[in-house]
């Protein structure tokens, strides 16, 4: 997934720029700051209620309801992580559709429906990712009424994700491809140190691997591949992180 919100990439470079605002009074709008640059966000979010409108202070609102969500994701605080990017998004209702956070939240709060339909709004303006489809497919194996061939069946068509290993991962989702193609393709080489990158095409293997046997009910060989990409090969990104959340809510640890 690869989403930054376009506030938010470019929030230092105008945003800041004055730290008095008319709708807050100078002492407080340095609180403000204060504490969104220490990433003290629930001070921030507590000091600008009712902030709304073209302002900079609610880019700083919503930009410390958008990390906040996802810290509080990563702790593994569903409920409370879609609470913060529902309110990200009635500041800039126009960021719904790019929003893929929100859809893996609604995953593990098991709103499968909510998440197939953000899934479907995040293909309007991200074409060509797997993951994506992927997630959709998740939402909709297990949405009322959902089953493996019709979400199989749905499968949204990719072609341009030359990430490894996401042409094997959509294969295999689309019951084409095989988990033996999937770990060829993640496969470090064999001179006996793994490099970032290989650690990293390795995570996303196993993550999509563990991911894919839950979505067809085998717990056992999921439990297996979540453990190798939260803990055997971890990465500290947004999807890196995602696997440790997975086996965090799933209740894995690191060794049996």
């Not at 293909?123 to 992927?134: G, H, R």
Request: proline share 4%; net charge negative; aromatic share 10%.
């Amino acid at each position: 997934m690869k989403w930054i919100p376009a506030f938010a990439a470019c929030f230092f470079l105008g945003a800041c720029a004055g730290a008095q605002e008319k709708e807050l009074a100078p002492e407080l709008a340095k609180q403000v700051m204060n504490a969104f640059q220490s990433g003290d966000y629930d001070t921030v979010i507590e000091l600008t209620p009712g902030i709304a409108g073209e302002s900079k202070w609610t880019r700083v609102r919503a930009t410390a309801l958008q990390r906040r969500g996802e810290e509080r994701f990563f702790e593994g605080e569903i409920a409370e992580s879609i609470a913060d990017f529902d309110a990200f998004i009635a500041l800039y209702p126009e960021q719904d559709p790019h929003h893929w956070q929100r859809g893996l939240a609604y995953y593990y709060a098991e709103e499968y429906e909510k998440g197939k339909a953000q899934f479907e709004r995040h293909q309007t303006v991200n074409t060509q990712d797997v993951e994506n489809a992927v997630w959709h497919f998740l939402c909709a194996v297990r949405a009322p009424g959902g089953d493996l061939e019709a979400a199989r069946a749905a499968l949204i068509p990719i072609e341009r994700d030359s990430r490894v290993p996401m042409k094997e991962v959509h294969d295999l989702f689309g019951g084409r491809g095989s988990v033996e193609a999937v770990l060829a393709a993640a496969a470090p080489d064999d001179d006996g140190v793994l490099s970032d990158s290989e650690r990293n095409h390795l995570c996303y293997a196993h993550l999509y691997l563990g991911l894919y046997f839950e979505a067809i009910g085998d717990a056992g060989k999921s439990a297996e591949h979540i453990r190798l990409a939260a803990f055997t090969y971890p990465m500290e990104h947004y999807m890196g992180k995602t696997a440790q959340v997975h086996a965090k809510l799933r209740g894995l640890k690191a060794t049996l």
